[in-house]
């Protein structure tokens, strides 16, 4: 605050947002809308009342009581100042101009500014669709606002110059009014917007939910094909109804509004357009706010960028990023161990990809607990899992598979679990900007691998797969044999091993990839997909979940007997409740060790149920190298399943799981069963050391799995927009737990640990594929 406002007339006070009390010898209250504030001290209560706003400063000094220094009033008025509490400006008036202006202060805004550019600035209004303009101008125009109606749409032109601006008196704002933020005119308005680098609005101001903003103002900072994208992933079904319909856009919906929400809308937007003209800006305005006038709640979805978008952003993105090396470095470990070693605690976690939760502009409607049985297994849900598609035929309303699904020690684990496991699953989808290279495996053989190394099925299960696909669940799916001619999209993928690029086929590495000719030779499934606070993380948890899954399937399918791990040994308070809660639900809890020659610790939780005609066995697997984590991610993923079978009702109609709970019990499973003649295994015989830094971990898994002879290679699945890093590992040779029966280490491993005398014969393979 300077003196320069007493030769032009400018008077200095408290902001008009607040309302001056001066309790004497206590302190000088300042009263507002948001609260109070105090101001203690001599100085506070001698001055205070001078600043009335009827003195500039010049007066302001003369009037000051005899004693008080300048120096002394000019550090106390440059204190205020400087906690944003006065003012400096024209004389108080009255009525709706002084109301103005105290509003303009309450939101840290210069006054004189806000009120000049609300007056002084033009708003063009542009309406597509089925919309009446009338009430929105005459909002606009209520609010004070110079207004020019924006013209319709050519419709002989969409190549995105449908809509034309002003340009001899060009508005400062557009505001758009839509009845559907999916409206295909909005794609025009968008492209003209964006060449004039001219700032629009969009609302849909019609229906009983309402839509204001965001305000598109910087092509760098996204475009409405950034969030028209958004939009379409939660819209599935209606593109699917409109794409059979042959109709272009969003369905049509019946209008349901009362007057009195006609109204409110409007001049809700009319007070959108008035900040953003004065200069008021905050990060509301970056979003799509969204009113349901039904329970009044409103609700900011955080708008942000594709970087990748083709219109606004680099759509070369994805393919650049696999061509790179995939370049491993330190990463400390976070000391919130307790879901696994990871870079960043959840609660980081969250925060930082929170603003992807949303029905709006995220890429998940909403995270939910599943309320079947004991909030203690901290449950989560968390939308549609891409990863089935259309393969399967599970009950969409019960079943864990056909949603993504997250799990943990404590509420927050399981929530951030379940988000990281729909951000990744989004990220391993198809989206067609991915990095392809056409040819056939022989013409690609000097780089590509081989799909048969990686899906491993055996040749006697191809001639009788159309019987065997009709009577097994979609997960077990035995597809069409690969022609090694066959001409199609690849892949890079980077090998850890040895440090060059190698070639699978995208069909296997990204959920939804097109067929090729209608072959269904090739499949995605999410075998060594992870995602992870750091790439390091991502890399060690997609490592972890392919030796897990290699260990099971060895255990399962020639059904050998393990020792117990005892858990008594690891005298964890949380493993004691979960075993006082399995009681409560009348069932016993046990856990085997299956490592198999990796060496990395894998564990199986189980739990019969001990009051009933069927035991409903269920089982979760985990995959450390810490085994304390390694057992809390066996008994939390068989948590994550056990709502399934809690009441009886299990809700899924494939054949392989009813069956097996329906028919399973230890005694006919005998495998199940710890093996008696094995001493149970503590903490102590795993022998873990704990290291400082993932990057320690990551190349110490990746060193024991390459001593098997094996090849690490891992695609980086990482999008822009999404910012979670996300993996897929692919290690040719392991095993996946679906009924997969090549030659091998299913065979091979029982043997060289010693399970098993001789290889399990082919027939003799259990004939219950895993399913979860």
């Known amino acids: 605050m300077t003196t320069s406002g007493a030769s032009s007339g400018r008077v200095v006070g408290f902001k008009r947002h607040l309302r001056v009390e001066v309790v004497k010898g206590e302190a000088v209250y300042l009263f507002s809308e948001r609260g109070v504030t105090a101001l203690r001290g001599t100085d506070a209560e001698t001055l205070a009342p001078l600043l009335d706003s009827t003195r500039d400063l010049e007066t302001l000094l003369r009037d000051v009581p005899t004693g008080v220094a300048p120096e002394q009033v000019g550090r106390f008025i440059a204190r205020l100042d400087e906690a944003g509490l006065l003012t400096l400006g024209p004389p108080p008036s009255s009525g709706v101009a002084e109301r103005a202006r105290a509003y303009w202060e309450a939101a840290g805004t210069d006054a004189t500014t806000a009120v000049a550019n609300t007056t002084g600035k033009r708003v063009q209004v542009i309406v597509t669709g089925d919309v009446d303009p009338v009430p929105a101008l005459a909002a606009l125009r209520e609010a004070g606002l110079s207004v020019q109606v924006g013209p319709p749409p050519r419709d002989e032109d969409r190549t995105g110059a449908g809509f034309a601006l002003a340009t001899d008196d060009p508005a400062d704002l557009s505001v758009v009014l839509c009845d559907d933020y999916l409206s295909p005119d909005l794609a025009d308005i968008d492209a003209v917007h964006r060449a004039a680098r001219r700032p629009w609005l969009l609302a849909k101001l019609i229906g009983s939910q309402v839509w204001i903003g965001p305000v598109f103002d910087s092509p760098e900072l996204g475009c409405w094909h950034c969030l028209a994208n958004r939009l379409w992933a939660h819209r599935e079904a209606e593109a699917h109804v409109q794409a059979r319909l042959g109709r272009v856009g969003p369905a049509v919906r019946p209008v349901a509004s009362l007057p009195a929400l006609d109204a409110m809308a409007t001049r809700m937007m009319a007070l959108e357009v008035t900040k953003w003209l004065a200069g008021y800006r905050y990060a509301g305005q970056r979003s799509v706010m969204t009113f349901d006038s039904l329970d009044l709640k409103a609700r900011h979805h955080e708008f942000r960028r594709r970087p990748q978008c083709a219109l606004c952003g680099d759509p070369t993105y994805m393919r650049a990023q696999a061509r790179l090396p995939v370049t491993l470095t330190s990463q400390p470990k976070a000391a919130d161990n307790a879901g696994g070693h990871r870079t960043l605690p959840p609660q980081q976690v969250l925060d930082r990809y929170q603003h992807l939760i949303s029905p709006v502009t995220g890429v998940i409607k909403e995270i939910t607990r599943n309320t079947r049985g004991p909030e203690f297994f901290n449950s989560f849900r968390a939308g549609p899992n891409v990863a089935v598609g259309g393969r399967t035929m599970i009950n969409l309303t019960a079943a864990p598979r056909v949603e993504n699904g997250g799990k943990g020690v404590t509420p927050l684990h399981g929530k951030v679990s379940a988000m990281c496991e729909a951000l990744e699953r989004h990220s391993g989808f198809f989206h067609g900007d991915e990095e392809r290279v056409r040819g056939s495996y022989r013409s690609l053989a000097d780089q590509a691998v081989h799909p048969s190394t990686c899906q491993l099925f055996d040749e006697r299960q191809y001639p009788n797969r159309s019987a065997w696909n009709a009577s097994h669940s979609s997960f077990q799916h035995v597809p069409d044999p690969f022609d090694d001619n066959a001409v199609m999209d690849w892949t890079p993928v980077w090998s850890l091993t040895n440090e060059r690029h190698r070639l699978l086929p995208t069909a296997m590495l990204y959920y939804g990839a097109p067929p090729e000719g209608g072959s269904v030779s090739l499949y995605a499934d999410s075998n060594g997909n992870a995602a992870g606070s750091s790439l ?118 494939e054949p392989e799981p009813v069956k097996w709970w329906q028919n399973a019990t230890v005694a006919n499973q005998p495998y199940l069963a710890p093996d008696r003649d094995v001493r149970p295994l503590t903490p102590q015989d795993y022998g873990y050391v704990s290291t400082p830094d993932l990057l320690d971990d990551v190349e110490f898994v990746r060193g024991r799995v390459e001593s098997l002879g094996l090849e690490v290679l891992v695609l980086d699945q990482t999008r822009p927009d999404i910012g979670l890093p996300v993996v897929k590992v692919v290690v040719p040779g392991m095993r996946s737990f679906w009924a997969r029966y090549a030659p091998g280490r299913l065979f091979d491993v029982p043997v060289l640990l010693g399970r098993l005398a001789a290889p399990t014969r082919y027939e003799e393979l259990n004939p219950t594929p895993l399913f979860i």
């Open 536 to 653: 390091e993380d991502a890399v060690l948890q997609g490592l972890l979940e392919l030796v897990e899954r290699d260990s099971v399937a060895i255990w399962w399918y020639n059904r050998t007997k393990q020792a117990a791990v005892d858990l008594d040994a690891f005298a964890e308070p949380w493993v004691d409740e979960l075993r006082d809660v399995y009681k409560g639900l009348n069932r016993e809890v046990w856990v085997l060790d299956v490592t198999a020659d990796s060496g990395i610790p894998t564990m199986v939780a189980l739990s019969r149920r001990t009051d009933g005609d069927t035991e409903d066995i269920m089982f979760g697997f985990g995959a450390h190298l810490d085994p304390r984590v390694c057992l809390r991610r066996a008994l939390t993923e068989m948590n994550q399943l056990m709502p399934v079978v809690t009441d009886g009702d299990y809700g899924w109609i």
